[in-house]
């Protein structure tokens, strides 16, 4: 029945019918704290609210068609006039849908409901589980509801279904998307013509000014309406709160509070940190013994010993640099191929997560109904042209194949563009600390920081120049995200996707592509470029010509794995620690000061509506930046893992943190976002795969070429003079020797050696003939053999890691054995039950007509694969 037309108010007839609104509610003994209409019968599904401002007429004809047009689909609409509300110029409509219209969508969109209790033994028997006792959640908060079998909701076989209570049949999560369904497709034109249509145009255009279904109570305490479930305040005692770090999510709970896709991100980001603690465990014992054996090594005692490593006069960096100290650092090549191999195991294992996750929550043969069902209403209202779907045999908008050819070779061409403008800016800062490093040498030189006992010998002209293009680096990332954000978005808009799942995955490959290059570039650069190209001395190379003045940057004597740990760690923490603070200052900043009106009203004042609206909306790219920020993470754990074990440690203390700050975030500062379906990570798994596949190349060659390890191996076994396998000698064996003499007279580099012009020799790091040799300064055989071994190395090591993954991603299955096999019983139980419930249903109408004298089972359908479903079980 529909009962709204005595709760309805229009923006014309508001303010007329506020005084008898206001008579017919007792504000101090109604509480407003309430998800239901005034008669506390129906249930609000959603909520639109608004502002009368003063050049509103064209708004108000769109909201009166629109409105109008939500009744004639079967929406009922209950208005709460501007002098109810607590700022006193918002309008609140409040939207619900009856048993006819959710019956009817949930046709529509094929939701899955259930037809049988669940029948299969649960295997339950899980060796040593007393030990997960303490990390384990009250059983009524794991699992919310009782397991049955399901099947897409068929409204003219409504009495199929397991309906006790057509009011509480369908949940909150999934009557807001049944709503939000409609309220996207609805026009808001009188003859329905172009693009006018959707709320979300409407909330561009001003018309609205919110759109959100509401919270089914206040976070810290339950509803005091009994009919309430109270799911927020349970996701926060048991999810929310920090204290409970160690305890396993809700994520049954989460998945029917907010919908399969914010549940299945929260099940791949918990996954994602459980597995990270074994990296952790590994990566710390490898850090220790590296750091606890670094004093045994040969080369170490040589460095610090008076004859071989204080006898040593390394010629200079670069202009105005002095006597550098040598230091080798040593890989971890055991931990690179390590992660290489964990990162196979935790991508088989996740499908077979997300494979379980699939089954339990009803999105086996989802992605099927996303693309032939679900179809975004921009594309259906830009798309004019109509053909015949093969499949359902329906007439269905399309873009032609040279329109969609031209947006996309548009939406390529400036992806390029911006990626070469990234590297433009890395390139320029670049210039910058080249250029700028003189000009720090010359003004430190004499600076009063150099007296400071503690911090003097610390301020440099390297840190200097590092400090300051770090900075500088920092806010070209931050500008260029900014802009680029939006860049993603329109030319996204512009490629017209057809469903939701194939928006996502285009700006998802669009805005990891910018990330990548914006994030990993500086990294790149440290390991693999910088002081590969640099000549020796008196013939150096520079970065635009010689004209430039510009010499390509140089490692420390000691190599670039340090310099490229350091810039990891500061990166990665850095953008960690920033992340957080943003994510959880910013929205509880924001919602301090859009309610602090409201702050001391009672809830019979402040109404659930309002409270709701005060709160920061989770929009259409919420979870989209929290898959971006783990993705990154997971790059810099994985592609540069060779250079810092401690990475997996950083990663999983973030995590642990990142899981209660988003529940946090979602539960307490954002409205309750609409619910949404999601049968996987979508196109984040793709990129995993492609990172997992690039970091065994990166860390390969990190290995190969920014470590000693290779040249010290080469020296053990080839070069040793004494004849037997030490590394005694090899400091002195990996410097080459150089004449300053030799440098001419107007040489701008003179002015470089000038202190050191008494000594004449100077040593610097590279395998080159002395002077005098007849090849003198080229390259000796020595650095061949050693450029060599590296190759085979990379090659040697790529082939076993790959070897390694591929047979261990063909050991595991993707989808667990009981799950296929209850997957299977699902669908036979389906057509069975279907099969027997059409042959009740004809019996019967034959008993009415008559005709009983018929006691033979009916064929109702005599092509029914009975048998084949029974085989493939078999």
């Not at 540069?640 to 203390?653: C, D, H, K, T």
Request: with cysteine; proline share 4%.
């Amino acid at each position: 029945a529909f009962l709204c037309s005595s709760f309805l108010f229009s923006p014309e007839t508001a303010e007329d019918t506020a005084t008898a609104g206001l008579a017919l509610i007792d504000k101090q003994q109604h509480s407003k704290d309430s998800v239901f209409f005034r008669d506390g019968v129906r249930r609000i599904d959603f909520v639109l609210s608004y502002v009368d401002d003063k050049d509103s007429e064209r708004k108000q004809e769109r909201r009166k068609v629109y409105e109008a047009n939500l009744e004639k689909v079967g929406l009922e609409l209950e208005t709460e006039d501007k002098s109810e509300s607590e700022d006193g110029k918002t309008y609140f409509v409040k939207i619900h849908a009856p048993w006819e219209v959710l019956a009817t969508y949930a046709d529509v969109l094929k939701i899955k409901v259930p037809f049988k209790a669940n029948d299969i033994p649960e295997n339950n028997d899980i060796p040593m589980n007393w030990l997960s006792t303490p990390f384990r959640l009250p059983e009524h908060v794991m699992h919310p509801e009782p397991d049955y079998f399901t099947a897409p909701f068929n409204k003219s076989k409504s009495d199929f279904f397991l309906i006790d209570d057509k009011d509480t049949f369908f949940p909150p999560s999934t009557r807001n998307r049944i709503v939000y369904y409609i309220l996207s497709r609805c026009s808001y034109f009188k003859d329905e013509c172009g693009d006018k249509k959707g709320i979300k145009r409407l909330l561009n255009n001003g018309t609205y000014t919110a759109a959100f279904p509401l919270h089914d109570s206040r976070y810290w305490k339950r509803s005091r309406d009994a009919n309430c479930e109270s799911e927020r305040y349970s996701l926060y005692k048991y999810w929310a709160r920090f204290l409970c770090f160690f305890k396993e999510q809700p994520l049954n709970l989460i998945r029917k509070y907010y919908g399969e896709k914010i549940g299945i991100y929260f099940a791949w980001l918990g996954f994602y940190t459980e597995m990270l603690l074994f990296a952790a465990v590994v990566g710390t014992i490898c850090f220790i013994y590296g750091f606890l054996t670094y004093d045994d090594n040969q080369w170490s005692k040589e460095i610090c010993s008076e004859e071989v490593g204080g006898s040593i006069v390394m010629c200079p960096l670069m202009v105005g640099s002095k006597y550098q100290q040598i230091n080798f650092s040593s890989s971890h090549m055991f931990f690179a191929i390590f992660m290489g191999i964990w990162v196979t195991l935790f991508l088989e294992f996740w499908k077979r997560r997300q494979a379980r996750l699939e089954y339990e929550w009803d999105l086996v043969d989802f992605e099927e109904e996303q693309q032939q069902l679900q179809l975004r209403p921009e594309y259906e209202t830009k798309c004019t042209n109509r053909k015949l779907n093969r499949i359902t045999q329906e007439m269905e908008p399309y873009l032609p194949i040279t329109n969609k050819c031209a947006r996309t070779c548009l939406s390529g061409a400036t992806v390029l563009f911006w990626i070469s403008l990234i590297i433009a800016c890395i390139i320029g800062v670049i210039a910058y600390r080249l250029a700028v490093y003189a000009a720090f040498a010359s003004i430190m030189k004499d600076s009063p920081t150099n007296k400071l006992q503690v911090v003097g010998p610390y301020i440099t002209p390297q840190l200097a120049t590092s400090v300051t293009a770090s900075c500088i680096n920092f806010v070209i990332i931050m500008i260029l995200n900014l802009m680029y954000e939006r860049v993603a978005v329109w030319i996204t808009d512009m490629e017209i996707p057809k469903t939701h799942l194939e928006y996502e995955n285009k700006l998802t490959v669009k805005m990891f592509l910018f990330q990548f290059v914006n994030y990993y570039s500086s990294c790149f650069y440290v390991a693999f470029f910088k002081g590969k190209f640099v000549g020796y001395p008196g013939k150096y190379a520079y970065m635009f010509g010689e004209w430039s003045k510009l010499r390509n940057e140089e490692c420390d004597p000691g190599g670039c794995l340090i310099e490229l740990t350091t810039q990891l760690v500061i990166v990665m923490t850095g953008k960690q620690v920033w992340g957080n603070i943003q994510e959880a200052l910013v929205p509880w900043m924001m919602n301090w000061w859009g309610s602090r009106k409201a702050r001391n009203h009672p809830e019979s004042l402040y109404s659930r509506w309002e409270q709701d609206h005060d709160l920061q909306g989770f929009g259409q790219l919420g979870l989209f930046y929290e898959y971006l920020e783990m993705v990154i993470q997971f790059g810099f754990i994985t592609l540069f893992v060779a250079s810092f074990p401690l990475a997996p440690l950083l990663a999983l203390i973030n995590n642990v943190i990142e899981v209660r700050v988003d529940a946090w975030k979602l539960t307490t500062q954002f409205r309750r976002p609409v619910a949404a379906k999601a049968h996987s990570i979508g196109a984040w798994e793709e990129i995993l795969s492609g990172i997992a596949i690039l970091s065994v190349v990166t860390n390969a060659f990190i290995v190969a070429f920014t470590s000693d390890m290779i040249p010290r191996l080469v020296y053990m076994y080839a070069y040793h003079s004494e004849g037997e396998m030490s590394m005694k000698g090899y400091i002195n064996n990996s410097l080459s020797v150089f004449n300053i003499s030799e440098i001419p007279q107007t040489s701008r580099e003179k002015r470089d050696y000038g202190y050191l012009w008494c000594s004449f020799l100077c040593r610097y790091r590279d395998y080159r003939y002395p002077p005098g040799h007849e090849k003198q300064y080229a390259h000796t055989m020595q650095f061949w053999h050693i450029l060599a071994a590296k190759m085979a190395f990379i090659i040697i090591m790529e082939h076993v890691v790959f070897v390694v993954k591929f047979f261990v991603a063909w050991m595991i299955p993707d989808v667990p054995s009981d799950v296929r096999a209850r997957v299977k019983r699902e669908r036979y139980l389906v057509q069975e039950y279907l099969h027997n419930y059409e042959v009740e249903k004809l019996k019967i109408q034959l008993s009415q007509n008559g005709n009983n004298e018929c006691t033979c089972t009916p064929m109702i359908y005599p092509s029914l694969p009975k048998h084949e479903v029974l085989s493939e079980c078999l």
